[in-house]
């Protein structure tokens, strides 16, 4: 595909995005690739000017630029082709989309599927091999069922959901339209409600359910526990990475992306747009307020206001947090420098 | 349900405890709920104090409240039925149970489950679809295998216990009675055994088996590996929760907790009734006595003593962890304090 | 067997390793247990002066015992037969093997097993029962696929790898030979990538490939993401533990070990021979040279040197965190000093 053909493509769909272009060049572009692993014929792009100096050293034929014009110039004196825009990575994101056509089985109900005669199917779905349907599953239109799946009594799957291999959906869980459940994942679990008595632990039934809105993702082994009484609530949009652990009784907001590891006690509700980086804790009850950030391995004690950003074990303010950890390095000379004047005020 | 005919229903189950009720009111209660969304109708709990504003605002009819008698004269004025007694959350658990029927597949041997003849299986079993159990392994009565499940050669199942779907339990595993395994757990798994020598890795065999005693539950996609010799031992009636990996070799005792992505290093040796909050580590060969308590995110690297309660990474006593992230959090003031105390010594 | 016959096997098996024995005794060995736990007519080892104690307490009849005089001379004193050299813990693993057989099912395909007609499946291989392989696969010679195994499209599998049970290969995933891929795991999923718009997440599809070259070892339930372009590799004789996550688009080295609940964000590299603990955590694009060690819980944000020792979250070098975790004990302490010391200063 030439250049300027694939540059109309995208433009197609990036309605609204500034766009500039160099008409000089129109190489045969044949894929897509990283900048700093891109053959010749390919088509990459520069985030930021973090990786400005990619643009001499990758062979790329073509490059998305952020809307610099240095880079440009560059990129011109390189033999590169190049458009300009607002968001290159978004860009890059629908360049792959022509190149690539991700793995999508035809619709096909396979004979090795245990499907209970009480469960309603949808059109267009394909059920893989072994998968089992308890009674009184509801399947929507075009579901997609990977092999091994099992999905227990009473589950409700929206249209265009996938839900990869050896997944496993508990009972009453109610997941929405173009959800993605990773392999692995286990959606609907019983919460770890135990009560303590001087005989040990009273196991709590859990009777509530967990309910993912449209469109969101879990990511592979991740788990997602149903509550003892009330539900479990994952709101739309919002993206969970692998090995994730989300808590009985959580709720969660639209927009979200949680990173790998992630752990969410009982009850914890979170609002929309938050950001939860790798490895993050937070405990009981706590509330995250709208678009908050919490930085990696940070561990949350206490309620997160919106738009707040917390770092640290126990969190502190991401500001004060930069603050504590520079000092922090340097507390064995701290350590010196208090003894030395504790020593000369003795002296005096 | 009459509200006084449910607690009698519970009153006949806790025995001892001191109760407490409001005779003048008698609701009917079609359903438990918790107390911040609690519908009309229904009977909800007031755990402590730290929840009593819930006890105006809740729509609850009925409140199982602690035994506190302000508590009860708010509930009688908004017009609510309760019961006071020592443990609100423990009764409240028999209230769902009441409620609530678990489902619970009828016995039967699915004729895809694939069960090798020399495998000894229990009365009034449940074998889902696909699950495979290979040779020598025996199955005690009234168990329940989900779905997927996965039962490698030699292992033993005691009665009532329960494999949800997907779980793998490998070779010579013992599982005791009454055991709860989730989704997607691995249960007996190798050891991450491996001899550094100067031409690599050279694997250790782990030729020991895991062993879990009666009324164990492991948390969903959680792991427990086996040993290069001897055994990985959870003692009886310890609970662990999601994504826990617990290491070879190591000695957990009885009724412990562990929250999720506890990670037990290879050794590690656990007394009874010891809680592990979420993502603790507990680095090889490390001892943890009797009711110990780690809070979450902490890493455990030296030998705990009964009854202790240890913090932070590396983990020290609790009392001293509350103060030193107290000063935590004030270092760049004592930067700023110490750095000035220097100046003014430089001009003395 | 007796001890000298046992000797003979090893010896043949550690070429190069000096080795003296006691020759006066020579009992019957039946078996291989730890030090702590075994009975009489066991071989054990002591793997260091650490270690020293469990010569006088351990029932063992027979030692593998460092290079050390007075370990042997003990021995010796409590009547057991011993063989001394350089790695005690490497031999031990050579005896273990002479013990034990591990499970290894037969050459054999099962008839429930799904295989599409367009998989190429190597001589002798065991494809257990419910495994689903589809279009386009290649497996290698002896390879086993134990049951439940799910195979996305296009897969490549080398000879003599072992897929443990409910593990799932994503799509186009290359796997060496001599892999072992345990119960649960996750490998060539999607990876993590949602661009963030005005108007929410946009997904990027995730088009390259995940690689695990010859001899590598994924724990249970961990997984390892594909990128949006390019791949995600893991070198030769690489070895994760449980519960790892590896981001799309990371680089690990070879013979590296990663230890239980390991997380790797996106585009990470990782040189040769590193070492992660438990709970480590390395953040997006960073770099880590080779033989670098990282302990328990550390946070990794920026490059890491070759051979560099690093801890805590951020990490630091080593030996400095040694020191500021000293210190950081003693902050209330330090808090005090220095308040006192400004009192005296305000009055002087």
Redesign the interface.
Known sequence: MKFSELVEKLNSEIAGQSLTQNPALNPDIYG???VD?APSGTLSYIEGLKFASFVQCSDASALILPLDESLQIQATEQGKAWISVA?P??V??EA??L??R??QPQPQI?P?A?IDRSAQIGSEVYI???V?IQAGVTIGNRVCL???V?I??EVKIGDRSIL?????I??RTQIGCDC?I???A?IG??G????P?AS??????Q?GITVLEDSVEV???S?I?R????ETRIGK?T?L???V?I?H?CTVGQ?C?F???V?L?GGVTVGNGVLLA??V?I?NQVKVGDRAIVT??S?V?SDIQPGDIVSG??A?ANR?YL??????????E??Q??KA??R??KDS
Chains 1, 2, 3 share one sequence.
């Open positions: 897509v690739a990283a692993a968001n990575r978004l890059f994101a792959i989309a190149f690539y991700p793995y396979h090795t245990v893989g091999p072994h089992v990977h092999p091994n099992v227990y009594p990869h291999a050896n997944c496993t508990h009972e993605v990773h392999s692995g286990v679990s019983e770890f409600g135990f009560v008595t040990g632990w009273v196991k709590m039934e009777s990511g592979c082994n788990t526990d509550p003892s009484v009330g949009a993206k990475d692998n090995l652990h808590g009784g927009n992306a990173a790998g590891h752990g006690a790798g490895q804790g405990a990696a391995q561990g004690h074990s126990p502190l004060l603050k504590t950890c520079a000092v922090y390095k340097r507390l064995p701290l350590y420098s208090l004047l504790e000369r005020f």
